[in-house]
T-cell receptor, first 114, second 110 residues
């Protein structure tokens, strides 16, 4: 158990819909990272937050957005969903911001878009 | 970020050492080598990381060549539970988003 929790575990929705994925980092960790894992793209970094502020962006679509709240939990919002958004979404946390460090991953949310 | 090259798959007999290689010939001086593994579709699990010295923890050992262009992850006594995809990641310590490659699928055979 990494100490990172993600909800829900599974999500099934239809094209065009909007969903929110939630992540609670390990106690004391200020950084949260979001990754997407699809069959054809592998694990891809989406976005990083540190203590409530966006720190880095990766291959995140404009239809996707994220935020980190004062209690340090984070939410990833996916809108206008397409079939290709079906994937595993992982959240990771680390104790460091720009100084790096190992990341601890949650169990993931499996999103299925029908 | 430096690119890494790993063999797509490897087998290892249970109880033997598993040696997983990784090439990172374009690594920069400030970049660390991290190893993670992913068992089935679970979240990636941190194994070990290092800069230039060899490192050992309760899970594995990491051997980095003197020129830092390659490294080897060693699982000393592989068990069936070590069957997983192993990822070698090279990243600067500062602002270290991880860029995962395709990894090595390790199968431990009874």
């Amino acid at each position: 158990d990494s100490g990172v929790t993600q909800t829900p575990k599974h999500l099934i929705t239809a094209t065009g819909q909007r969903v929110t994925l939630r992540c609670s980092p390990r106690s004391g960790d200020l950084s949260v990272y979001w990754y997407q894992q699809s069959l054809d793209q592998g694990l891809q970094f989406l976005i990083q937050y540190y203590n409530g502020e966006e720190r880095a962006k990766g291959n995140i679509l404009e239809r996707f957005s994220a935020q980190q709240f004062p209690d340090l939990h984070s939410e990833l919002n996916l809108s206008s969903l397409e079939l290709g958004d079906s994937a595993l979404y992982f959240c990771a946390s680390s104790s460091a911001g720009t100084s790096g460090g190992e990341q601890f991953f949650g169990p993931g949310t499996r999103l299925t878009v029908l | 970020d430096a690119k890494t090259t790993q063999p797509p798959s490897m087998d290892c007999a249970e109880g033997r050492a598993a040696n997983l290689p990784c090439n990172h010939s374009t690594i920069s001086g400030n970049e660390y080598v991290y190893w993670y593994r992913q068992i089935h579709s679970q979240g990636p699990q941190y194994i070990i990381h290092g800069l230039k010295n060899n490192e050992t923890n309760e899970m594995a050992s990491l051997i980095i060549t003197e020129d830092r262009k390659s490294s080897t992850l060693i699982l000393p006594h592989a068990t069936l539970r070590d069957t997983a995809v192993y990822y070698c990641i090279v990243t600067p310590r500062v602002g270290n988003q991880f860029y995962f490659g395709t990894g090595t699928s390790l199968t431990v055979i009874p």
